[in-house]
């Protein structure tokens, strides 16, 4: 098994939709990737456009790419990434967050297009890894990807549905990746083929991580069902578990995620956050400095039972290569 530690590289708080675009985060990375090398980890940067326009980040992710220390790809947040149209969901730096599932295949086309090109010039290489903002990712979107020389994308988010969440406006919502598991596995197509490696999340907890048909049921239905709601209450608190450095991780849920992703012999496991979380009070996970100190105890406590357990770090296209 493999670790491969991704980070949503983008502009400061998007949750605050529509604010004015800024990426003073980028400021507060060569920190993290300081202690990420301590620990040989290997980082892949999905970057969107907003970054590419930054000089620091220009500079920063230049260097990190020539010292053979990261990857670059793409994180495609529709809403940044030209081209617009002038109507509500489509304009610039919207304060609809839509998804880019619910967009034409011609404008989505410009806009991989466009945001390959961007991180080209900025940096240095074509991309060829891929994350799509808000997991807005489906198998049009993955034939773009493949048609752009990309390897490989992780946009799925296992036993996780995202149709509740707002996009467009009067939109169908985002995906629905319920019936996924954390394996990886190909998209084929006649241009040729994008290896999918999903986000790890996984259920824990007996007997959830025995039968994925029960994992599967349970998960589509627990957010309708008032019984499920407080069985998952007492006995799956926190299920399905997000290998994510959330501010409530602790060690123990680390270990429980890794050996079970060992138990059933999961070839990657994955890791996401924003960079935004490095910054204080540019997240609502990081609002001040104290947390920011807890979320390096909890990565180097990672790191160290990585170390631990002989789980070697690789990049995302590294995975698609492997």
């Not at 034939?143 to 406006?169: A, C």
């Amino acid at each position: 098994m493999k670790f491969i530690y991704t980070i949503d590289t983008e502009g400061d708080n998007q949750w605050d939709h529509g604010r004015d675009l800024t990426v003073d985060n980028i400021k507060y990375v060569p920190r993290f990737q300081e202690l990420c090398e301590k620990y040989f980890v290997k980082t892949t940067y999905l970057v969107t456009s907003e970054v590419c326009d930054d000089s620091l980040a220009k500079k920063i992710f230049s260097d990190f790419v020539l010292r053979g220390t990261c990857e670059v790809g793409a994180h495609l947040h529709a809403w940044t990434t030209p081209p617009f149209l002038d109507k509500p969901g489509y304009r610039c730096n919207d304060a609809n967050h839509s998804f880019a599932t619910e967009f034409p295949l011609d404008l989505l086309q410009e806009k991989v297009k466009n945001l390959s090109t961007q991180i080209k010039l900025s940096f240095g290489k074509a991309p060829t890894s891929f994350r799509s903002g808000r997991y807005g990712f489906d198998e049009n979107l993955a034939r773009i990807l493949t048609e752009n020389s990309y390897l490989v994308d992780s946009s799925v988010t296992p036993y996780t549905s995202w149709s509740h969440q707002k996009g467009m406006p009067d939109g169908k919502g985002g995906p629905d990746f319920r019936d996924k598991v954390a394996f990886p596995y190909r998209y084929e197509f006649s241009e040729g083929s994008l290896y999918e490696v999903p986000i790890t999340i996984l259920p824990t907890k007996f007997p959830l991580n025995k039968y994925d048909s029960l994992a599967g049921l349970f998960f589509r239905n627990v957010d309708n069902n008032t019984i499920l709601k407080a069985i998952r209450r007492l006995l799956f608190k926190n299920q399905p578990l997000w290998l994510r450095p959330l501010p409530w991780m602790e060690f123990g849920m680390y270990n429980e995620i890794l050996n079970e992703a060992i138990r059933i012999n999961l070839p990657y496991i994955v890791m996401m956050f924003h960079s935004s979380e490095l910054k204080p009070g540019c997240s609502i996970y990081r609002p001040d400095n104290d947390s920011i100190e807890r979320l390096y105890r909890q990565l180097e406590e990672l790191f160290v039972l990585l170390n631990k357990k002989n789980i070697e770090s690789i990049t995302l296209t590294e995975a698609a290569r492997d």
